[in-house]
């Protein structure tokens, strides 16, 4: 199925303020265009080192730009098409700090 991404604004945005980001964030918007996803294993088909996160909780942690930058997104598979939700976006050093602090399965800024 194709991938409807919501909130591409955010990484858009993402990506103006922090310009390192802009060519990165524009291959994966290519990649993600091209996807074909039937099952959440398929994601990791798509994006190699993409982190499927546990505790039934439908996200997944997308390394941007060479591990530099993370992405937590939420996912539901419809009948039609993968939701793709972008819950946040920042440094793999921001990323960390949530982790420590528990929140990358609750996390959503966006």
């Given at each position: 199925?194709?991938?409807?991404?919501?909130?591409?604004?955010?990484?858009?945005?993402?990506?103006?303020?922090?310009?390192?980001?802009?060519?990165?964030?524009?291959?994966?918007?290519?990649?993600?265009?091209?996807?074909?996803?039937?099952?959440?294993?398929?994601?990791?088909?798509?994006?190699?080192?993409?982190?499927?996160?546990?505790?039934?909780?439908?996200?997944?942690i997308?390394?941007?730009?060479?591990?530099?930058?993370?992405?937590?997104?939420?996912?539901?598979?419809?009948?039609?098409?993968?939701?793709?939700?972008?819950?946040w976006?920042?440094?793999h050093?921001?990323?960390?700090?949530?982790?420590?602090?528990?929140?990358?399965?609750?996390?959503?800024?966006?």
């Amino acid at each position: 199925m194709k991938v409807h991404l919501i909130k591409r604004q955010t990484l858009e945005d993402f990506a103006r303020i922090n310009a390192r980001s802009k060519v990165s964030l524009e291959d994966w918007i290519e990649k993600l265009k091209l996807a074909n996803w039937e099952q959440p294993g398929d994601i990791k088909n798509t994006f190699n080192t993409a982190d499927l996160l546990g505790k039934g909780c439908n996200r997944v942690i997308f390394d941007i730009g060479g591990n530099n930058h993370r992405m937590i997104c939420n996912y539901i598979f419809g009948a039609k098409q993968v939701h793709l939700f972008v819950c946040w976006i920042g440094t793999h050093s921001a990323y960390d700090k949530i982790c420590n602090d528990g929140l990358q399965y609750t996390i959503n800024l966006y």
